[in-house]
């Protein structure tokens, strides 16, 4: 193959590590992994806690930060092609709900998920916020994107 998606897959697996080794024997020289994870190390997963909806437990087997996706590419011998983190809207939005849930019921955050959540002007406001943290901030965004490459 000439390059391989894993979105939101990694952290769902019981061996990323063997995830990457299959991957690597079945890429041509130069091939590429692109990989879309929740990022552990993010302003968002600070803020909620263990609210913070990436965590997933018990659905995510693993939690990934730039550090810990360095390593896993470098064991599997895998060059970074590039790596970056953004914010995703709906990840806050899930986070919100969990703490409103928590925090004053299900019935509140039903009411939240359903009339706020999902408007466009929220949805907009939140990609003005993030966008600028994003920038500011460095690796502390909520989501990884990586792009490994086989050396060849």
């Known amino acids: 193959f000439d390059s391989i998606i894993m979105w939101h897959c990694l ?3 019981p061996s990323p590590k063997m995830a990457l080794e299959k991957a690597w024997r079945m890429l041509k020289p130069k091939g590429r992994v692109f990989i879309f994870s929740p990022n552990a190390n993010s302003y968002l997963s600070r803020i909620f806690g263990a609210y913070w909806f990436p965590w997933s437990t018990p659905f995510h087997l693993y939690h990934f930060t730039e550090q810990t996706m ?3 590419a470098s064991v599997c011998n895998f060059e970074i092609a590039k ?3 953004s914010t995703v ?4 939005a899930l986070s919100l709900n969990a703490y409103l849930s ?3 019921g299900k019935p509140l955050s039903d009411i939240f998920q359903a009339r706020v959540f999902h ?3 929220l949805r ?4 003005c916020i993030f966008r600028p943290l994003d920038l500011c901030m460095p690796g502390r965004g909520e989501a990884l994107r990586v792009e ?5």
């Open 70 to 72: 360095r390593k896993l």
């Open 89 to 92: 809207e709906y990840h806050f």
């Open 102 to 104: 928590h925090k004053f």
């Open 83 to 85: 790596m970056r983190t």
């Open 11 to 13: 952290e769902h697996l």
């Open 148 to 152: 490994l490459r086989k050396p060849g």
């Open 124 to 127: 907009l406001a939140q990609a």
């Open 119 to 121: 408007t466009l002007p």
